[in-house]
Protein backbone atom coordinates (compact mmCIF):
# COMPACT_ATOMS: atom_id res chain seq x y z
CA UNK A 1 0.00 0.00 0.00
CA UNK A 2 1.22 3.61 -0.83
CA UNK A 3 -0.72 6.96 -0.52
CA UNK A 4 0.36 10.08 -2.93
CA UNK A 5 0.46 13.76 -2.53
CA UNK A 6 0.67 16.08 -5.33
CA UNK A 7 1.95 19.35 -5.25
CA UNK A 8 3.30 22.33 -7.20
CA UNK A 9 0.77 23.60 -9.29
CA UNK A 10 -0.74 27.22 -9.60
CA UNK A 11 -0.87 29.54 -12.64
CA UNK A 12 1.51 30.40 -14.67
CA UNK A 13 2.11 32.46 -18.07
CA UNK A 14 2.52 30.89 -21.07
CA UNK A 15 6.33 29.45 -21.84
CA UNK A 16 7.06 29.64 -17.99
CA UNK A 17 7.86 26.45 -16.32
CA UNK A 18 6.62 24.89 -13.10
CA UNK A 19 7.76 21.75 -10.93
CA UNK A 20 5.22 19.25 -9.78
CA UNK A 21 5.86 17.16 -6.80
CA UNK A 22 4.68 13.43 -5.59
CA UNK A 23 5.60 12.67 -2.15
CA UNK A 24 4.73 8.85 -1.28
CA UNK A 25 3.80 7.22 2.14
CA UNK A 26 3.93 3.83 3.28
CA UNK A 27 5.00 1.48 0.69
CA UNK A 28 8.65 2.12 -0.21
CA UNK A 29 9.06 3.88 -3.92
CA UNK A 30 10.95 1.94 -5.15
CA UNK A 31 8.74 -1.35 -5.49
CA UNK A 32 6.88 1.09 -7.81
CA UNK A 33 6.54 2.27 -11.82
CA UNK A 34 5.40 5.85 -11.64
CA UNK A 35 3.75 8.01 -14.04
CA UNK A 36 2.33 11.09 -14.66
CA UNK A 37 -1.40 12.03 -16.30
CA UNK A 38 -3.68 14.78 -16.49
CA UNK A 39 -7.25 15.86 -17.71
CA UNK A 40 -8.23 18.99 -18.79
CA UNK A 41 -12.04 19.97 -18.55
CA UNK A 42 -14.01 17.97 -20.63
CA UNK A 43 -11.29 15.67 -21.96
CA UNK A 44 -10.43 12.26 -20.65
CA UNK A 45 -7.49 11.24 -18.88
CA UNK A 46 -4.18 11.42 -20.73
CA UNK A 47 -1.11 9.65 -19.82
CA UNK A 48 2.17 11.83 -19.94
CA UNK A 49 5.04 10.27 -18.20
CA UNK A 50 6.43 7.21 -16.41
CA UNK A 51 9.58 5.91 -14.96
CA UNK A 52 10.55 2.77 -13.88
CA UNK A 53 11.68 1.14 -10.33
CA UNK A 54 15.33 2.79 -10.43
CA UNK A 55 14.52 5.82 -12.73
CA UNK A 56 17.15 4.08 -15.41
CA UNK A 57 14.38 3.71 -18.33
CA UNK A 58 11.60 6.73 -18.83
CA UNK A 59 9.19 6.92 -21.54
CA UNK A 60 7.45 10.16 -22.61
CA UNK A 61 3.63 10.64 -24.33
CA UNK A 62 4.75 12.38 -28.02
CA UNK A 63 2.93 15.83 -27.07
CA UNK A 64 5.29 16.58 -23.56
CA UNK A 65 8.53 15.10 -25.50
CA UNK A 66 11.49 17.77 -24.81
CA UNK A 67 9.43 20.28 -22.70
CA UNK A 68 8.48 17.70 -19.62
CA UNK A 69 10.85 15.54 -17.44
CA UNK A 70 9.83 13.18 -14.78
CA UNK A 71 12.60 12.35 -12.29
CA UNK A 72 12.54 10.27 -8.94
CA UNK A 73 14.31 9.90 -5.72
CA UNK A 74 13.59 6.76 -3.48
CA UNK A 75 15.18 7.73 -0.73
CA UNK A 76 13.11 11.32 -0.18
CA UNK A 77 10.21 9.39 -1.60
CA UNK A 78 9.13 11.95 -4.28
CA UNK A 79 8.75 11.76 -7.93
CA UNK A 80 8.87 14.72 -9.69
CA UNK A 81 7.37 16.47 -13.32
CA UNK A 82 9.36 19.08 -14.26
CA UNK A 83 7.57 21.48 -17.20
CA UNK A 84 8.99 23.69 -19.13
CA UNK A 85 7.31 26.16 -22.41
CA UNK A 86 4.36 25.98 -21.08
CA UNK A 87 1.08 26.48 -23.58
CA UNK A 88 -2.01 26.68 -22.59
CA UNK A 89 -3.65 23.55 -23.82
CA UNK A 90 -1.06 22.10 -20.57
CA UNK A 91 -4.07 23.70 -18.39
CA UNK A 92 -5.29 20.70 -16.35
CA UNK A 93 -5.35 18.63 -13.17
CA UNK A 94 -2.37 16.63 -12.96
CA UNK A 95 -2.16 13.51 -11.49
CA UNK A 96 1.22 11.30 -10.06
CA UNK A 97 -0.06 7.40 -10.07
CA UNK A 98 1.82 4.37 -8.59
CA UNK A 99 2.07 0.86 -10.13
CA UNK A 100 3.79 -2.39 -9.30
CA UNK A 101 4.29 -3.55 -13.00
CA UNK A 102 5.63 -1.77 -16.23
CA UNK A 103 3.44 -4.53 -19.06
CA UNK A 104 2.05 -1.15 -20.99
CA UNK A 105 3.02 2.70 -19.88
CA UNK A 106 0.29 3.88 -19.65
CA UNK A 107 -2.06 1.32 -18.26
CA UNK A 108 -1.81 -0.67 -14.23
CA UNK A 109 -1.88 2.11 -12.11
CA UNK A 110 -3.63 1.37 -9.15
CA UNK A 111 -2.61 4.28 -6.49
CA UNK A 112 -2.92 7.85 -7.36
CA UNK A 113 -2.09 11.33 -5.61
CA UNK A 114 -5.40 13.77 -5.18
CA UNK A 115 -4.37 15.98 -8.50
CA UNK A 116 -3.05 19.54 -8.55
CA UNK A 117 -4.83 22.23 -10.69
CA UNK A 118 -1.45 23.81 -13.40
CA UNK A 119 -3.28 26.68 -15.11
CA UNK A 120 -1.69 28.46 -17.92
CA UNK A 121 -2.70 31.63 -19.33
CA UNK A 122 -1.70 35.10 -19.48
Known amino acids: QVQLVDSGGGLVQPGGSLRLSCVASGSALGNYVMGWFRQGPGKEREFLAT????????YYADLVKGRFTISRDNAKRTVSLQMNNLKPEDTAVYYCAAARGWSAYDKGYDWWGQGTQVTVSS
Open 51 to 58: IDWNGRNT
